[in-house]
């Protein structure tokens, strides 16, 4: 039976960007998934690579920072590796708070210019919105070009394969066993996002936040240029006219069907916004399972079992955190120094 220096449970953008940087460092990669590479939460996700204090976790700040930052460096090795152009796009993001929030950060988040200017076809608001230097990403575009890259850089993958368990022997990693067959390695990594859980001999507590949203043709290219956060809907334009408006946070188990009231209550709030949208031709409307946890932070780290690690529960953060987790997690592997402290995401919080 072949061996492989380490498995990956899962090809979504966590599992895929971790098996290329394991690859540069000359480990040989088996990535193993249920399904289609690449079309699970990733695929469903939005993009936005917002790390603003107020939306993002304390104790994932400085991950969610460093990962922001590493984004161009990260989209370029991608797009040269794979030969695919991914839109990434760096023109801000209009953030409409409710409260004194918005009102107390004015001053340091303030707009480069009049709204009207910047946005207009947006309805004009009681309150300014504050203003974010924040990109964002076409997830299917980056998740393509990683899946290219991976193979690119000689990375196996075997599809349609569920893993089942890790295999353990002498009390170590051994490789796993899934629904078809068994593969061998000496580190194992559970990048399975809300399905990691299932996965023995841990029981991580993952579990899936359903979102739905749906996909817009503006009625003009650059109707809305930055990305449009309110606490009722978000609205992403793509550099081909394009538009994604969500998304839901809903507690229904493993169910991605989509229920037309609650798309049409998107649409309309977005029709409050810019009520050109109203022109707008729907395209296409989905719903995705981002992977949770109790505490709404990922688990990352090694496991109680030697040569198993655990990489999941980024929640809505995965499109943003792919590439300081890949660096992180290859250093933990490797046995190098993490850039970051990953002490707050240990498994050892859920396992004890």
Known sequence: MKNWDAIIIGAGIIGLSLAIELRKSGMSVLIVEKGEPGREASWAA??????????????????????????????????????????????????????????????????????STLEPALEIPEHPPLFLKERSVDPRHLTAAAIAAARHRGVDFSSGDRVLAVEIAD??????????????AASVVNCAGAWAGQIGPHAFPTRPVK????????????????????????????????????????????????????????????????????????????????????????????????GYYVATGHF????????????NMTSLITGGECVQDLSAFSAARFLQ
């Open 211 to 306: 979102g739905q949203m749906l996909c817009v043709v503006m009625p003009q290219k650059e109707l809305v240029r930055h990305v449009v956060r309110t606490p009722d809907v978000y609205l992403i334009p793509r550099r081909d006219g394009r538009m994604l408006i969500g998304a839901t946070l809903e507690e229904a188990g493993f169910d991605k069907r989509t229920v037309p009231e609650t798309l049409q209550k998107l649409r309309k709030t977005a029709l409050d916004l810019v009520p050109k949208l109203a022109d707008a031709r729907i395209l296409e409307a989905w719903a995705g399972l981002r992977p949770g946890t109790p505490d709404n932070l990922p688990i990352l780290g090694a496991t109680a079992t030697p």
């Open 171 to 184: 009390g170590k990693a051994v490789g796993v066993r899934t629904n078809k067959t068994q593969f061998a």
């Open 316 to 327: 809505r953060d995965g499109i943003l955190l792919a590439p300081i987790t890949a660096r």
């Open 46 to 115: 939005g993009g936005m690579l917002a790390d603003f204090v107020l939306e993002i976790p304390a104790p994932l700040q400085a991950l969610a920072t460093a990962s922001a930052r590493l984004y161009p460096e990260f989209v370029h090795e991608l797009e040269d590796e794979s030969g695919l152009k991914i839109d990434l796009r760096s023109e801000g993001t209009l953030v409409f708070l409710s409260g004194s929030e918005g009102v107390a950060l004015q001053e340091s988040h303030r707009l480069p210019a009049a709204l």
